[in-house]
């Protein structure tokens, strides 16, 4: 069974950058995209990035600037990192598993996500 | 990128259906077949519920349905029952290796 836990600081100060580590359990992080998404209190998901076990990347373009996701294959473990966070940043943050085909098309992309971390929350303040 | 617009609040009485819309536009939603549907218990990890627009993961009741109109995926539940009220999300891709969600369904069975 393919479990996901996340981990890391409950707390960061305003610009600072936050860090959260995913560790995967009973899957091989060699394959398959490994992704993060968070939620803020009382809104909705928002999807951040994913990474590839070949340490291949992308971001949600609100995002870009502020984020980079790592993976440890050697650890079995992927990381978020976002920089210059502000309370709006105050989320749970979910790891999750990407599903489907290895490569998108110009019409096609078949991805989930599954399973899920339990979640972290991160609250930002100072 | 903006959110797929869901209802806030849908409810059903136990043992009826109820539709769950998810409203994106033709470079998300509309564009591409690669919509899914996830379940979230506030305080647990959220389970997916349907993948690929109308496929259901193993284990999933078949109860649960998906489908899609042009820019609009829908969730319907059939045979409501109490356990099923929780929070529902969307996603859909949305070009480019990225990928977007709702803002999520409060479903109440009354």
């Known amino acids: 069974q393919v479990q996901l836990q996340e981990s890391g600081p409950g707390l960061v100060k305003p610009s600072e950058t936050l860090s959260l580590t995913c560790t995967v359990s009973?899957?091989?992080?060699?394959?398959?995209?490994w992704s993060w998404i968070r939620q803020p209190p009382g809104k909705g998901l928002e999807w951040l990035g994913y990474v590839y076990f070949s340490g291949s990347t992308n971001y949600n373009p609100s995002l870009k600037s502020r984020v980079t996701i790592s993976v440890d294959t050697s650890k079995k473990q992927f990381s978020l990192k976002l920089k210059s966070v502000t309370p709006a940043d105050t989320a749970v943050y979910y790891c999750?598993?990407?599903?489907?085909?290895?490569?998108?098309?110009?019409?096609?992309?078949?991805?989930?996500?599954?399973?899920w971390g339990q979640g972290t929350l991160v609250t930002v303040s100072s | 990128q903006s959110a797929l617009t869901q209802p806030r609040s849908v409810s059903g009485s136990p043992g009826q259906s109820v539709t769950i819309s998810c409203t994106g536009t033709s470079s998300d939603v509309g564009g591409y077949t690669s919509v899914s549907w996830y379940q979230h218990h506030p305080g647990k990890a959220p389970k997916l519920m349907i993948y690929d627009v109308t496929k259901r993961p193993s284990g999933v009741p078949d109860r649960f349905s998906g489908s899609k109109s042009d820019n609009t995926a829908s969730l319907t539940i059939s045979g409501l029952q109490a356990e099923d009220e929780t929070d529902y999300y969307c996603?859909?891709?949305?070009?480019?290796?990225?990928?977007?969600f709702g803002g999520g369904t409060k479903l109440t069975v009354l």
């Open positions: 999750a598993r990407a599903l489907g085909a290895l490569y998108c098309s110009s019409t096609s992309c078949s991805k989930w996500f599954d399973p």
């Open positions: 009973g899957d091989s992080i060699s394959s398959h995209y």
């Open positions: 996603c859909s891709y949305a070009g480019s290796y990225t990928w977007v």
